[in-house]
Each structure stands twice: as structure tokens, then as C-alpha cells.
């Protein structure tokens, strides 16, 4: 180069030197596999990139001789140790393109981006069509791999320079139009390069404006070939799916809105593919519908979602992998649009046909059927779908897993439950167990339990709403031979809880023939059996069904007794006969009273209802007198094996006989008093007094044996609750007592009983009933009446000390009592002990704590007063005892002396003084009575006086 030239272009000849040197040491890192040198190289080519571009920016419009430079440039390349030029870098950067490691993508972006500027750099100023078109499509692949590595400020210059291209492109002649695919294909690259870093970088007005530009020139779009088509396709696909993804942030749904339009341009390119001729076009354009239907359902266009699923299940259908989890999510999201659309059922059940026939029969997709089941309102819908499921399941030849089967049909028990239409539920219960029977599944122990389990549960539901004909329906499907080879014994089970149903329907032939289809080996199966049969009135079989059910191995004796109870109250005299003497057969004779005892209580009644069954005109005679005979000699045997025995084993058979016999008592006594009264009413004259005395005795016995009765009632165990107990105790006896109560006190009135010492018995037996009441009154939790009782026991004169104490056990015993209960009634006994001179200090040390524990506790004016009333006459009573064995306790002394110098220090503190001072003076006489009372008594007084002296100051 002569010196005039480097003279005239100083600037263009430094670049070009740089650009030289920058290529020569770039040129050994490229052939560096060493990802290590990979950050200076792009650094060098970034460089070499930006030196170009002020190459191209400093060049004279006018000047020709920076074209020299140029070519120079170009020229130099084999003297550069074959330094790389632009066409060279360029196609070192597809190479390295196809080798991927970390960084590659920026490598590849830097080696375009220094191609590009050199090339750029030797351009001549009025470029032909074909350098237009070629440079155009470097600078469109060039901005868009910038794009994509961040290179956002970078990749736009190169597009503004690939802009300048397009213009010349577009305003050049094609005269005979030779370059019209190329020109085409290189503007469509332009505009989607545009497009795309646009996009990036969050300006979606000037992607959808070239995006527009793309779509509305069709011409164009047709001379694209079919993977550049295809391509482009995908790109707008892209950017649709990107948009449609921040519809979750969105309420308004525009962002649907938006998507739909870029997916509308994605799939009109890629549905004018051939799929012959294209890439996976097939795939491409199912994967635009998809993404297109999601977002016509985004934004609310349910009829146009429907319509994209239309056109695009079928066309998944058909292949092969039609399971595939984003096929089934179609479907999946076309059930979604048909409900949203609250399309018909037909159309419902369709939709979970499609997706149900091309799932995978595994428990997480029987999972997603049944949640989509269940918030389905549909009846007939969620049963139909079930059903068909099942069916496809018991049906296919995957490898299903064990408990697909038993969730769908514990689904279906479980909502049938629901259905208001009985028949029909039971008849889609039995279909789907006959189908999985059919299909020779056989069920596991566990889940067949767990069905039977809820349709037990469902027809005990019914039975216990006296829907007796469906409890029927759904026990007999519980007897289903489904359940044979798992739960054997579960179908007798079911025949007999369907048979007691129809009992109770009163349709015994119902009955008789389910029970029937049972094994004949149980001895539950036989009761059921003689249920049958006695309501039916068929004396010979309820006594076969007696018989046979002896014989049996799971016979129990209860299974007797409650056959006697059912066969007296049918008055079928000889079932009743039978059962009896079965009863007796069974009966272990031993060497005990209890059992000798009910043994001859059988032979009496039998030996009764055989004499009645003698005198009915069709009677057997011979067979019946060879019964009685045989009776009366066991009766005798029994008799004389029982007078062998030892008296203290007789004293213990008469022992066992009344044991536990308290109600039968009570009405024995309760017979001898409405004798006595019947007797003593009736009669003309005066009865004796003796009469009368007898009366109350049997009166207050019968009331003493009522109440014993009840408070083993009260206090036995069971599932009934406690409270439950005590009213089924007790209620029946409140007006029992008063009863009795009343009619004492009418005789006393009368003066029929005059000896003293009966008149004291029978004041005794008074107060003994008051007690009585009280103690049922606090198990009734009637405080109101329970009071009225502490009135009259108080005023009942001085043979109620022990009426006193008993009572006020029974108030301080109730944890339920109420305070003001509690407490007035602790005061009337404690003042009527008072006044009768009849209570231990002990007790009475105990009430008066109480009572004045309560009176603070309220703390009011009234109650103070009256609480330090009790002290000081507490006061009085240990002056009398303080000594011997009756003495007032230490303890309680103690607690005296606290609470009297506690509540007088809180009573001065609130400026009441006279009431403090009473307190400190009670104080300082218990001192007197505690150990270390003097020196308890001088603190006392000197803290009352400082008290005192500061709230009165001289």
C-alpha cells in the first residue's frame, strides 16, 4: 500500500491493523479445544466485531479508496497465517454450533457477530440483489443468536443494520423475477428475526408488528420451502405458548386473548404444510391445536375450544401412541370445556369414554376419574362412566394394578348409597359385581371386607329407619357370589340380615325362602329360621328349627332363652314346650343351688304348660302324659339329690334364690302393703293399731327395695351413658317415695300408732325416706325441690341429727350442686344442728369451713357479715372444746386464724374499718387456741394498730 493512501485514511488503516492482529491471535484459540480460552476469544471476536463496524461508520460515501483497504483486507487473509475472514468465521461458527458445551452459544453468537461486521465492512455501496439477499439473511441469524444469549443491545444494532438491508432488498429490480424465493425466504428471516428478539426483550407491539407483516403477506409465505415454513411455524407457536403461560397472573383473561391470535398465524402457516414433505409436521400442528385450545379455554371461548379439540382428538386417535400424557390431556381439557359448557350427558360420557380408553390402568389415573366423578352432579353420568370404566378395566391386558378394581367399586357402592332412586342403585351395584365375577377377578380379603363392610353399614342405615325392603335389597346384594371365595361365610351373613328385614316387613315368605338358600350347619341360620316359621304360625317347623339348632355347632343357650320370650308371646303353646324342654336339656345340672333352682323352675313351667296343652280338644293325650310323667320323675330325682345335700348348701341355694332380687322384693312387700290398705279401707270398724304399724312397714320397705334397685341400676356398667342410667333409675321412684311419705304421715295424723316406741320407729323410717329423696333429687339434678327437702328435714325436730349429716354428704358429695344450693343448705343444717346441740365439732368444724370458703369467695357486704359471724361463733365453740377428745381440730384453728387475719388485712385495706376490727379481734382470740398463739397474737395486734394508725392519723 503506498504511503499516500495511508495517509489519506489514517483512521481506516488503524482499524484494518487491529482487525489483523486481533485475527492473527484469535486464530490459535479457535483451533483450542480448551473451554478455558473460550471467554478471550469471544472477547477478541467481539472486538474484531465492533472494530468492523466503525470500519463500515467511518468509510467516505465518496471516497473510493477505502474499497482498496477492503479488498486489501480480504487479500490479506493467506498472509495472515490463513487468518479467518468474514465468510470464513461465519462458517467456523456452524461448526462450532454442532458442538455442544457450556458457552458454545455465546461463542457462536461472537463468531457471527464478527463475520457479520466484516462482511458488512466490505460491501460495496450499491451491493447487487444476490449480496442483498445474502448479507440480509446473515444479519437476520446474526441479530437472532444475539437474542437468544442476551445480548439484547448488541443483536438490535445488528438488526437496525439488517434493516437498511431489507430496504435496499425491497426497493431493488428483479426485472425477471429469478431472485423472487430468495428475496422472500431472506424478508421472512428479517421480520422473524425482528420478531423474536422484540419478543425477548418485552416489546410485544413491535413482535406483533412484524408478526403481522409475516402473516399478512401470502405470496411471500408461499415461496417459503417447508422447513423454513415449518420453522417459522414453531416460532410463533413459541411465543403463543409463552404468552399463554402468564395467563396465571392474569384475571382479566386478555393474555388467552392475545395467544389465541399469535397461535391463529402459528397454525394457518403450519396447516398449509404437506406432511410428506415437512418435518414432523403432523406433530406441529397437533401440538399448535393443543396450545391454541388451551387458550381459547383461558379466555372464555368454550365453543371455539371445543371446536380445535374436534378437529384435533381424532386426529391423535389415529395414532399409535395415542396414550401419550399430553394426548390425554386433551381429552382431559375438552371433558373440561363440555362442562363448562354444561354440554348433555351423552356428550359427557364420551369425553371419559375417550380419555378412559387410552389410560393406563394404574392407581393415580383411577384417581383422577374418581375426583372428576365426584364433583359431579350427574347420577346416571357418574354411574354410566364408573360402569364403563370397570368394564375397560377388567378387559384390558395390562398388568392391573390390585387395588384399581376395588377403588372403582367402593366409588360405585358408595354413591349409589346416594341415589334416591333405590332400584336403580341396587341394580348397578349387582351389574358391576356380576362383571368383575364374570371376568374371573378375584377379589383379596381386605377390599372385599371393606365393600361389605359400607353395604352392611348402608342396610343397617335403612333397617334402622324402617325402610325394611331396601335394607333387604341391599343385603342381598351383599350375598353376591363376588364375595364367595374371599368372604366365605359373608353370604349366610347377608341372607339372614335380608330375612329379618322381610320379618319386619311382614312378607314371611320373603323371609323364609332367602333364609333358606343359607347353609344348613349354623345355628343362627336355624333361629332365623324359627322366626320365621313362628310368625308364619307353623308350629312344626319353628320346633324342627328349635331342634335343629341345638345340633348345631355354633349353638348358643341365649339363642333359647330368647326363643322362649318369642314363642310365649305368640302364645304357641307347643313351640313353647319344645323350647323349654330344650332349654332343660341343655342345662348342666351340678352340685350348685343356682343351677338345681332353675333347673325345677323349668320342669314347673313345663309341667304348667303341659296340663294346659291337655285340656285343648286336639291335643295329643298319650304323647303329652308320657311328657308330664317324665317331667315329675326328673323333678323327683332333682329333689332328692337336692335334700341330700348340706345345710350350709341349702342356706346358699336360698341365698343364690334372692340374690340380686331386690325389684322382686320390693313387690312382694309392695302386694302386702295394698293388702293392708284394701283391708284396713274396707273394713266396717277400726282396725288395730298393730294393722297399720304393718302397713308402713311394708310401705317403707317396698320403697327401700325400689331404691336399692335404682342405685344398682344408676351405677351399672353398659354402653348407655351415665346420665341416661340415672333417669332410667330414678324417675320412676320420685313419686314413689313422696307416696309412701305421704301415706305415713296421714296415719300419724290420724294418731293410729300411739306406743312411743313405734312413733319413734316411724319417724325414723320419715326421715330415712327424706333422705332417700334428697339422694334421688341430686342424682336428678333438681336443686330447687332438693331444698324444699333441707327445709323439712330442719324443721322435723331433734331425731333428724342424723337426717342432717346424711344430707349434707350427699350436697358436698355432688360436684354439680350449686354454690347457692350448697351453701343454704350447709346453713339450715348447720343452725338446726346449732339449735338441737347435736353435732360433733368435727363435722361441724368442717361445715362452718365450707360455708364461710363459699361466703368469701362471692365477697360481698352481705355474705362478709354473715361469714364473720360463723368465725366468731366458732370462736365460741372452741372456747368450749379445746381440749379432750372432742376437741375443736388444730387444722381447722389454723385455717381460722388465717382467714380471719387475711380478711380483716383486706377489710382495713379497703378502708372498712368496723368490719376489720371484728376480724382482727376473732383473730386474736383463736391466737389463744394455736401453738405459738402469744407471739401470733402480738404480731396481730401491733400490725392492726400500724394499720390502723395510718388510716387515722392524730
Sequence with gaps: MSARKKKNLPGLQQIFDSIKNLLITAKPQLDNPDPGVQPTLIEKLRQVGSLAESFTEQRPKSNKNWLQLSDELDQEAPTLTESPTGVNLWNISGLVQKTPHDGGRKLVAALRLAAFRLIEAGIESKPGIETLIHVLQLASKTGATLSETGNGDVAGSVLASAARFEELL????????????DRACATIVYFSSRMEAAWKEGNQSVAAFMSQKIADDEGRLALLPPHDRERLARKLHDIGKSVLKTQADSEAGTEGVEAVTWLQKAFAIADKLDDATAHDAAELKISILRTMARAYFISGSYDRA??????????????SENGRSEYQELRWLRLAVLKRRNAGESALLDAFKSIIDHMTFCETNITDILQDLRILNNHTLVTAVNQYCLRQLLTSQEDVESDCVSRLLLSLIVHCSKDEDHSRAIAAIDTAFTATFEADYSLLNLPATACLTLIWQYGDRHFHAKRWSAAADWFLVGSHQLFGASCPTSGAKCFRKAALCYIE????AKASAVIRRCPSNEATTHYVMFLTAVHQGLDDEAIRAIQ?????????????????????????????????????????????????????TLIRCIIRLVLKLLVEPASNKPVLIETLISHFHTAKILAEEASAQKSDCTDHQRRILWERSEERISQLFEFARDLLTTCCDASPVDVDAELYLHLINASFSAVSGRVFASRLTATADGAIDVRRRILQAYLPRRSVINTCKQKILSIMEKNKITDGDDV???????HVLRVFEAEMLAQLKEWDRLSQIVTEVVESGPLGVGTYEAIADILWAESDCPINTLLSGLEAILRASLDQNSLSVDKFSRWLRAICTIMLARNTPSDRLKAVGYVEQAVSVIEDNSEGNDAYPVEERNWLLGTAYNTGFECLEASMLDEAKRWFESATVICRFVPGGKERAEKISETYMHLLARYNPA
Excluded at 170 to 181: F, L, M, T
Design 760 to 766: 319413734l320407729r316411724v319417724q325414723y323410717f320419715l
Design 170 to 181: 425491497r426497493n431493488a429490480e428483479d426485472a425477471d423475477g429469478a431472485h423472487r424465493v
Design 306 to 319: 371445543e371446536a380445535a379439540l374436534d378437529e384435533l382428538i381424532p386426529t391423535i386417535d389415529a395414532f
Design 505 to 508: 316387613q311382614h312378607e314371611y
Design 548 to 600: 335343629d339348632m341345638v345340633k348345631a355347632v355354633d349353638f348358643d343357650r341365649k339363642m333359647l332363652l330368647l326363643a322362649t320370650q318369642i314363642s310365649h308371646e305368640s302364645e304357641m303353646k307347643p313351640v313353647l314346650l319344645s323350647v323349654l324342654e330344650a332349654l332343660l336339656k341343655t342345662l348342666k345340672i351340678e352340685n350348685s343351688g343356682e343351677t338345681v333352682v332353675e333347673a325345677m
